[in-house]
């Protein structure tokens, strides 16, 4: 087939490797839909005489896209283009104001619970409290006094080793990392192990800021940091305290073995702590962090703890990337919008985020015991996996249940559920990840009773 296919060649310091700079063009072209599904490409013997490379240049490439689900490889049918029933890598798609009832979103809050009084009462004193000086080009880093206000908060709630001035305020925790991500490339670094499964978002960031993405397989004590020692990454993104989506928490042998390669290695830990604050059974573990403040890049944000319309997160970084990032922050933007960050710093400094906390945790607590308990109740066969924390419930069908068909009678039920298939690389066992956060403990109940009349369609 004729495809136009554009690749530098120059090489040089600071140039994208030729199989990287193959990937973007072919995932860009499948992800605009100028590749179908079912397109045939190129074998890789005649792709790399036409582009002038070596086969190993469009091998490695065509592994990687299959890796992520964009192409599939057949003996007899050659490498074609993947459908669209699994697509992990493309953009999320973007949540209406007015979510579907029966959508049991694993990523939201409860929306409504957002405390809009002590919010607007935040933003109203800074409004008027605030000297006209404030009202110019903010500092890019992030307002002075969110940054000591965030330090105090992060290290009495989360074990952070955070000092103001290596905090880094950012318009989301994907703005963080992407930042992050380009700050690797520019000094040196090619690739990122990440978990698998993991968080899909994580993927999309690290590939489209040009970084190669090596997934490492999870079990119930998160990150198999034996697996991790076989590979030659530059960083390693984890989620230690509540691993995304699978729930575990990542013992302590592994936080030392992690570190310890992380050492070895000269490489970057990357800690995504998203909802770590959320933990119903007993107390929240610390962050990764606090035991290594000059190998870890910590992130976070308020859309778990309060809302994902306030686009506000929080870089924590090592001496010897602060800057860097910083560069990266002021290039991109100019700063995120400060009279939400001073908003935000007044929240905290009034006990009004730990108000917040104290109040949402028993109404998750008992949404997560609802959903549990329902589905012991109505799916009997099924477990659920991981520990009693954050807004997401993985519920485990018996390895046969065919997850796409599940989800899609699911779906003419008017349900949307949200599948493990997504958060995987390597081809996994089937799965569900049901969200409690902005859903109410009746309409918890119903949906499940919905899904069990799925299975029994599909079963």
Request: a positive charge.
């Amino acid at each position: 087939m004729a495809l136009l296919l554009t690749l530098d060649h120059r090489g040089g310091a600071g140039a994208v490797s030729l199989h990287t700079q193959l990937e973007r063009e072919l995932r860009e072209r499948i992800r605009a839909g100028r590749l179908e599904a079912g397109t045939r490409l190129p074998a890789t013997r005649e792709l790399a005489q036409r582009l002038g490379v070596s086969r190993g240049v469009v091998v490695e490439a065509y592994a990687q896209l299959a890796a992520e689900g964009y192409l599939s490889t057949r003996r007899g049918a050659g490498t074609v283009v993947a459908g669209t029933t699994r697509t992990p890598e493309a953009p999320p798609p973007v949540l209406s104001e007015r979510a579907a009832p029966e959508d049991l979103h694993p990523g939201l809050p409860d929306l409504a619970a957002f405390p809009r009084a002590a919010w607007a009462r935040s933003l109203r004193t800074v409004t008027r409290e605030l000297p006209d000086a404030a009202f110019g080009y903010p500092d890019p880093s992030g307002a002075a006094v969110l940054r000591v206000g965030l330090a105090r908060y992060l290290g009495r709630a989360r074990g952070v080793a955070a000092e103001p001035a290596r905090l880094l305020i950012v318009s989301g925790l994907t703005q963080g990392l992407t930042l992050l991500a380009r700050a690797l490339l520019r000094r040196g670094a090619r690739r990122v192990a990440v978990e698998d499964p993991g968080f899909f978002v994580h993927r999309w960031a690290l590939a489209h800021a040009g970084l190669e993405v090596v997934p490492v397989a999870v079990d119930e004590h998160g990150l198999r940091t034996d697996l991790l020692a076989r590979v030659e990454a530059d960083a390693v993104l984890v989620t230690p305290a509540h691993q995304a989506p699978l729930g575990g928490v990542l013992r302590a042998a592994r936080r030392e073995a992690l570190l310890l390669w992380a050492e070895r290695r000269g490489a970057l830990v990357i800690e995504d702590d998203y909802d770590a604050e959320y933990r119903y059974d007993r107390d929240p573990v610390g962050a990764v962090q606090g035991l290594a403040p000059e190998r870890v890049a910590y992130l976070g944000c308020a859309s778990k703890v309060l809302a994902p319309a306030l686009r506000i997160g929080w870089l924590a970084l090592p001496a010897a990337w602060a800057e860097t990032v910083a560069v990266e922050k002021a290039l991109d933007d100019l700063g995120t919008p400060l009279l939400d960050q001073h908003a935000l710093a007044d929240f905290i400094e009034r006990g009004e985020l730990d108000r917040h906390l104290r109040r949402m945790r028993p109404r998750y607590r008992a949404r997560r015991a609802t959903l549990v308990a329902a589905l012991a109740r109505e799916l009997p066969e099924w477990r659920v996996a991981g520990v009693a924390a954050g807004f997401g419930v993985v519920a485990l069908p018996p390895a046969a249940t065919d997850e796409r068909a599940l989800i899609a009678a699911a779906a003419r039920r008017g349900m949307v559920l949200h599948g493990l298939a997504r958060y995987r690389v390597a081809p996994g066992p089937p799965g569900l990840v049901l969200g409690i956060g902005n859903t109410s403990e009746p309409a918890l109940a119903r949906a499940v009773k919905q899904l069990a009349g799925a299975y029994e369609e599909v079963t």
